[in-house]
């Protein structure tokens, strides 16, 4: 040990450089020349700085090193003083019935289903990210006679949209094609994705979810089979490589749980992993896609829920040439360190939310898939469970939480709450919120009714910071998004306009209007 301290400092930091971001915690507390070594490096500390924030660095390295830790460190602490007031307000005219979503890039995306017409249009465009404004009228989506539009996924991260139509209420086909043309992808493997014709007639063509990230699309679909009870419907998921082939050999299927009228839910985790939420977690390995997936896991629910998964803001880099141009000078989630937040469907009078760790998903070993894993081995000390007796806006990125909170009994008005998970986030506070470590427990239920629950206590470790500089209108309030650096509130206006407000964490940019068209 001597002569390992008696190495000259830059020495020992560079060897310190190899170690997991914890370890080169550990080694500060271990005597006052590491902890003398750490304190000098800028080096170490971003490492420590981009693990605690459960991050990957994307970061241009002509920037010094000091520069970026004292950037991220800032960032971080901006999340825990947020001035709630828009930076820019963007008037958004469309139809009821669409369906919003902001995607990667601070871009905002509709489908509207009744009239088949949709949009695409940047919010608060960066120089170094791809930005791509197109509006689509009826019958643009897709061309192919006698067909009708299921669903729509859009990428903009790598100039991709994929639209699922069938034709003649019979065969179901994916348009791959590009956001800012009407070409095919020049990175796909065909124009249109082609479905296994296994019960091509027995699938239900209302009920269809079409997901992406990276060179994985999937579709997922319930049977429509007569001859079928509703406690006997069954559910299917394809998923392609869309760079490699038009075809798929990656299919899944299985009982739809607890009478749904809807197919399964599924999420991507990272590249090679797709989580496959059923009454039951089911962790399958998409790596191989010339074979079925390959189950890796099972994680065992604590009682039989059917859940939905939060959609993500994916701002995972996955390699595409677009996607790490636009992340050039960033930080992306950590696909093994992240949250992912499942809600408890049909649950009239409460809301009831599962916040987990994704690294359960990662942390396996080689017999995992022999035998399905209890809830009580994996579920308490990953998982932090909250139930509210209203209604709450919520949304999920990286290790952050944003929900809504009602001001009063009369839930008339509304403000926000952000609760971050991420390890550093007691550090980055700096004396702002609340730490949460303590173990805390909630009833949860499956019926509308509350009659069949069970009490579960959970104690995923968070920091909990409330914005009350603001309320917002509940009854017009519609839904609330966050990713790495802003928020974003769509309010349902008297007219035909509604409004999308943008929040900046940390920003210089002066506030105003942005046009849609």
Not at 165 to 173: F, L, N, R
Not at 451 to 471: A, D, H, M
């Amino acid at each position: 040990m001597k002569r390992f301290l008696s190495l000259a400092e830059e020495l020992l930091s560079y060897i310190l450089s190899f170690l997991p971001y914890r370890d080169i915690l550990r080694c500060t507390s271990v005597c006052r020349t590491l902890r003398q070594t750490y304190l000098s490096s800028s080096e170490l500390q971003y490492i420590v700085e981009i693990g605690g924030q459960r991050l990957i660095s994307n970061t241009d390295h002509s920037i010094p090193i000091s520069k970026r830790l004292q950037l991220l460190r800032d960032r971080a602490h901006a999340w825990f003083k947020v001035d709630t007031h828009p930076l820019k307000i963007v008037p958004i005219t469309r139809s009821r019935g669409s369906r919003d979503k902001i995607v990667a890039g601070g871009h905002f995306c509709f489908w509207n289903p009744p009239r088949d017409t949709a949009m695409i249009f940047p919010v608060l465009s960066k120089p170094s990210q791809q930005s791509i404004r197109r509006n689509w009228l009826p019958g643009t989506l897709c061309s192919a006679p006698h067909s009708h539009n299921l669903d729509v996924f859009m990428d903009p991260a790598q100039n991709l949209i994929a639209v699922a139509y069938a034709v003649d209420h019979k065969t179901v086909y994916i348009n791959l094609g590009t956001l800012d043309g009407d070409g095919v992808h020049p990175q796909a493997a065909g124009e249109k994705l082609f479905l296994s014709d296994d019960l091509e007639n027995s699938f239900d063509m209302t009920f269809v979810r079409l997901k992406g990230f990276g060179r994985h699309i999937a579709l997922s679909r319930r049977s429509n089979d007569e001859n079928r009870t509703s406690l006997d419907k069954v559910w299917q998921l394809q998923i392609w490589d869309w760079k490699y082939s038009t075809t798929c050999s990656s299919i899944l299927s299985g009982a739809i749980p607890n009478g749904s009228v809807d197919p399964v839910d599924f999420c991507f985790l990272g590249n090679n992993r797709l989580l496959v939420i059923t009454d039951n977690l089911n962790l399958y390995s998409i790596e191989d896609m010339s074979q079925p997936p390959e189950l890796l896991a099972c994680f065992l629910m604590p009682i039989p829920l059917k859940l939905w998964c939060l959609p993500l803001i994916d701002d995972i880099g996955y390699g595409s040439q677009l996607h790490m141009q636009a992340q050039a000078t960033t930080c992306t989630s950590d696909p093994i360190h992240r949250l992912i937040c499942l809600t408890v469907a049909f649950t009239q009078f409460s809301t009831q939310i599962f916040i987990i760790s994704t690294r359960i998903f990662f942390d396996l070993n080689e017999t995992a898939a022999a035998i399905p894993i209890p809830w009580q081995h994996w579920g308490p000390s990953n998982t932090r469970i909250f139930r509210y007796p209203f209604h709450v806006k919520i949304h999920i990125n990286g290790n952050r939480v944003l929900h809504t909170l009602p001001v009063d009994m009369r839930d008339s008005q509304l403000i926000l709450q952000l609760l971050d998970f991420s390890p550093l986030a007691v550090t980055n506070r700096r004396g702002l919120g609340r730490v949460v470590k303590e173990p805390s427990t909630a009833y949860i239920t499956a019926d509308t009714f509350d009659k069949f629950g069970e009490s579960l206590t959970t104690s995923l470790p968070y920091v909990q910071v409330v914005f009350s500089n603001r309320k917002f209108d509940s009854s017009r309030l519609r839904v609330v998004w966050i990713d790495k650096d802003r928020i974003y509130m769509l309010t349902r206006l008297p007219s035909s306009i509604d409004r999308l407000e943008v929040i900046d964490i940390q920003s210089d940019l002066q506030s105003g209007v942005v046009s849609t068209s």
